[in-house]
């Protein structure tokens, strides 16, 4: 027994030992990966020399002689604080996650090696106007002149525990990462198979039903419609006679939304000055995306030559995407346009295609999947007319589909614009960039010192010969192409509306008369119904007035379905109280809310009672997985006389509604009591509403995921203006926050999720997250003044 004692004893002893040893050196790698913030370095590549003053919350303050020399200082600056997100980013567009996580990253380097985002990065570059590809240059430089002169010991420690080195960056590599967003923020194709697999489960108008384009008498962002273009007229919007049965299978095996982070929100408005209290325009932006480590923004100021603006720059990317340049400001928020259509195609052994009656030779491309730990992998990616056969990565036999997206056009020149606008001025100059964008189309909202407010969502819309868009359409006879796409006379815009203000939430662009097709999946209408409620609740807004608005988790959607969940029949006592809490609700979903707790199990319960048995457990799960599809659907049952669905389509019995809904509570009551115990009044709705933000990819290793992901209980849910949307291996929250103040522009605030830094030990790893989730936004200091007396530290680039 001493001797089974002695081993035990030793065994734990070099446990510890060996623990101690991994967590030194941990420690020390994570140290040597800080960046230098004091001093002077000296780098190649700059054509003078460059200040960088990082201010108390660490947000970088560039000074350069020139926009060349800034957009090198942010490539420099974001490889500094965010490289290894960088390297992740460009790998995931390549379809070169594999080399470095082996096996488990095949599936997605698949995927993104067949719909092609590298080759079509390469094929844009050219594309892009003089100065895009100027600052892009430039930009890369940075980042290069980084990674030349870091020791592999000072890298993240990342590549460290994946020993993996960095390659030089390339404008290309800028490019596909405006690609992967594009494929975050577009998820048509994917609702195109989902529709056909429910219209197979319950038919045409059963789907119809599951999958609505809006909620009723849901906002609209522009009142009326803009003038048609005699040019750039479009055909009918019929949908074609297609058995749904023939795609049901291969539908079954194409990825989720969530499975790729592409379900998301976003909010932004713009008030007028007669709406203020300074009497000058007030820009709100909050960019809702998928909870992440690091965090997806990085704020920075850029200064040099015509170059001087602020706010959320992306690492990856050049320039400020969403913030002011002190005389104009901007956000944006995703349009939900259909620019994704799925073409059924007909094709032989020859690797042909046909299409009118002739057989047309496919494009052919070899990619080799290079896997660590496991032999290479050969990807054959063929693509018709239309685009890439994404069926060939669906494991399902059935009908071959091949992907039309605007954004693999070789003309797609979306980072011309959001480079563009960094250096507008006036409104007409803002136009005029915006209208470069194309793949990746925007709800933007403007104002500027002149006391103008607008809105444009300017892209590549297409114009289709026929149908809308909802289901794959046959390929092979010509009836279904696009007519190219609508013209900029065409795009939803306003300038100085009446109303003096501009809300838009994902919501309808235009009133469904009018003309012409953007999109037939709008997110649900209680964001944009709730913040135009707050708007039009006082005559006058402060800056903090808007970024309490930004944090609003009183839920529009309440005031619809939950008097239609109260018409439930209950006995159970518990069950009683219940209905009795919430018949006192104010439908508010803040953290400590056991009426919220309650509201969202039911809910939860209810959409399942109800849905769930007529499309079958493996359907529900997919469709539930797109928290605003089940939403919308719920609208639609609790504004209808006598909707279908209420009746368990597995008993022999025929429930009504009151009856379902009677049900669904209990089910709500027995899960809560699981989580949280019997007493209903100890319930709290941010006891089981955490928000997690992932590292990729160290959250999926156990030991890892407690230090380098994080954690924090908020309120909210997927339709109130603070969001908490939860789909499958995905949470979306408000990404980035902006209030722009134009009267005086050092009163505007910003906060992104985590922190500025990237690099585990740093205290600006996680030092916003407080903030954050308490809606307090930090000063987005412009004035040199501000600047100057915030500054926390001075780095100097010298050439």
Known sequence: MRRLLRTLRLLLLLVLLVALVAAGWLAYRAAAARPVVEGTLIVEGLSGEVEILRDVDA?????????SDAMFALGFVHAQERLWQMEFQRRLGQG????????EAVASDRFFRTIGLGRASKAQWPHLSAEARRMTGAYVRGINAFIARTPARALPIEFAILRATPEPWTPEDVIVWTKVMGVLLSTNWRDELLRVRL??????DGAAWLMPPYTVNGPVIVASAPATSPTAAVGGRSVPEIDPRRLASLASAALTPGALGGVGASNSWVLSGARTTTGQPILANDPHLSAQAPAVWFLAHLEGGRLNAIGATMPGLPGVVLGHNGRIAWGATNLMVDNQDLFIERVNANHEALFQGAWEPMRVVRETIRVKGAPDETVVVRSTRHGPLVSDVLDSPGETLALRWAALDDDDASIDAFIGINFARTWDEFARAAARAHGIVQNLVYADVAGNIGYAAPGAIPARVRGDGTVPVPGWTGEYEWAGYLSADQWPRAINPQAGFIATANNQALPDAASPFISSNWEPGYRAARIVEMIQAKSAHSVEDVMRMQGDVRSAQVRVVLPWLLRAKVTDPVAVAVVDRLKKWDGDLRGDSPDAAAYEAWVSAAAERIFADEIGASLWAEYANVPPWTSKALDRVAHAGAPPFCDDVRTSARESCEEILGSALSDAIVAMTRRQGTDVASWRWDAVNAVTFPHRPFHAVRLLRPLFSKTVAVGGDAN???????????????SYRQVIDL???????FVQTLGQSGHLLSRHYDDMLPRWAGSDLVPMRFSRQAVDAAAASRLTLRP
């Open 199 to 204: 219209a197979a489960r319950v038919g045409t």
């Open 743 to 749: 009267a005086d522009v050092d009163r505007s605030r």
């Open 720 to 734: 109130t203006v603070s969001p908490v949307m939860r789909a499958k291996d995905t949470t979306i929250v408000a």
């Open 59 to 67: 947000v970088p303050h560039i000074r350069a002689r020139n926009e």
């Open 96 to 103: 070169r996650l594999a080399e470095l996580l082996g096996p």
